[in-house]
């Protein structure tokens, strides 16, 4: 009986068969790992030139003075709409207009505040409107986004808020033209 188990045994030890099934379940999950991790990088950078692009047009619509009264909620609307890929924007949106002093040059300190989609409470943000004639003005806008597989590649290693979100950040400075 042992002779014929050690049989058995030497004949399953120098068999090739299977030894491509075992190769394409080790290779695969590396291969869907790379393509998920790709796709998220490119999304990611996709919403973030967006953001950036509709920040910077929106920010020059104001500053040739297309706007007759910006608002916060005015500001939100335009650059969520020129921003398409960003999802439900107006309400993960936030956005801060600080003037710059020219007799300091005190930038805005610390990171700026996001919305905080778990506790539903927007952040205290300022905004100095409507600029004068030649003043400098910062602006700092937070998009909050959810990863699209935030368990593999770069949405793992996204910082994200407790829902999983994280924050596209967008910082744009300019002078109001004289009228």
């Known amino acids: ?91 993960n949106i936030s956005i801060e207009m600080t003037r710059i002093s020219t007799a300091n040059w005190a930038l805005p300190s610390g990171r700026i505040a996001c919305v905080d989609r778990e506790e539903d409470i927007l952040p205290v943000t300022t905004m100095h409107m409507p600029p004068q004639q030649n003043d400098i003005m910062v602006v700092r806008v937070c998009v909050v986004q959810d990863a699209m597989f935030p368990t593999t590649g770069i949405g793992l290693g996204l910082p994200k808020d407790a829902q999983g979100g994280y924050g596209l950040v967008s910082v744009s400075a300019f002078v109001t033209e004289p009228s």
């Open 1 to 91: 009986m042992t002779r014929l188990f050690r049989n058995k045994l030497r004949h399953f030890g120098l068999s090739e068969s299977g030894t491509a099934a075992v190769e394409f379940a080790m290779a695969v999950p590396l291969l869907i790992a790379i393509f998920m991790a790709s796709f998220e990088s490119g999304f990611l950078m996709i919403r973030s030139l967006m953001l950036e692009q509709s920040v910077d047009m929106t920010m020059r619509e104001l500053r040739l003075g297309h706007y007759p009264l910006p608002t916060a909620a005015l500001l939100k609307e335009e650059i969520c709409k020129r921003s398409v890929v960003l999802k439900d924007c107006e309400a």
